[in-house]
């Protein structure tokens, strides 16, 4: 089946710097990729949805010059959290959509962000 | 906008036996699709199963199964044969038939006594 590899699996950084995620899809060209985010015990929260080579499109509330998101080419998708605060720390996951089929979402195994 | 609610924040059941997680949703559509997911310890997102909203049969994945009913706008999961690996959180999920993105209903945490 479908695989969706993200990387790190968890991160530790210091407030002030940025880190960068990526997604990738093995073996399949995913033309949508979409980035949530889930705090403990809660459900996911879609921050945004990227399309290969078009800029991504941001949920309500979610800030563009934070959160920056590059879907550069059919099998990569990465999410860069900018100047990261500690309430950034959070659980972020990755799904991608494989062509114009709706057989399901392929998700990542997610990245647990720590910001100190 | 479509919305998802499961009104059970939490279920449990002994193991063997069976179970029915609760999904209502909201939606204008007449065509869509909804999913349920597992969301184990480890926190990977794991199709359970999926039904297309224009086919009237329920889908069926080994102990897994829905009760889809268009009408009531009502998506409910069972699982028979409750095993201790079934414990985890579960979303029920609706897409629209472009398929833009996934809505999360918030979720059923499953547990599975001995």
């Known amino acids: 089946g479908a695989v969706v590899s993200q990387h790190p699996s968890w991160v530790i950084c210091k407030s002030g710097t940025s880190v960068k995620i990526e997604c990738r899809s093995l073996d399949f060209q995913a033309t949508t990729m979409f980035w949530y985010r889930q705090f403990p015990k809660q459900s996911l929260m879609l921050m945004a949805t990227s399309n290969e080579g078009s800029k991504a499109t941001y949920e309500q509330g979610v800030e563009k010059d934070k959160f920056l998101i590059n879907h550069a080419s059919l099998t990569l998708s990465t999410l860069t959290v900018t100047s990261a605060h500690p309430e950034d720390s959070s659980f972020y996951i990755c799904s991608a959509k494989e062509g114009l089929r709706n057989y399901g979402y392929t998700f990542g195994s997610g990245t647990r962000l720590t910001v100190v | 906008a479509q919305t998802v609610t499961q009104s059970q924040p939490e279920m449990s059941v002994q193991e063997a036996e069976t179970v029915t997680l609760s999904c209502t949703y909201d939606t204008s559509e007449s065509d869509y699709y909804l999913f349920w997911y597992k969301q184990p310890p480890s926190r990977q997102m794991i199709l359970v199963i999926r039904q297309e909203a224009y086919k009237q049969q329920n889908a069926t994945e080994n102990r897994f199964s829905v009760n889809f009913q268009k009408a009531a706008k009502s998506f409910s999961l069972k699982i028979s044969d409750s095993q201790l690996g079934d414990a985890a959180m579960y979303f029920c999920?609706?897409?629209?038939?472009?398929?833009?993105?996934?809505?999360f209903g918030t979720g059923t945490r499953l547990q599975v006594t001995l």
């Open positions: 999920a609706y897409s629209d038939p472009t398929a833009s993105k996934l809505t």
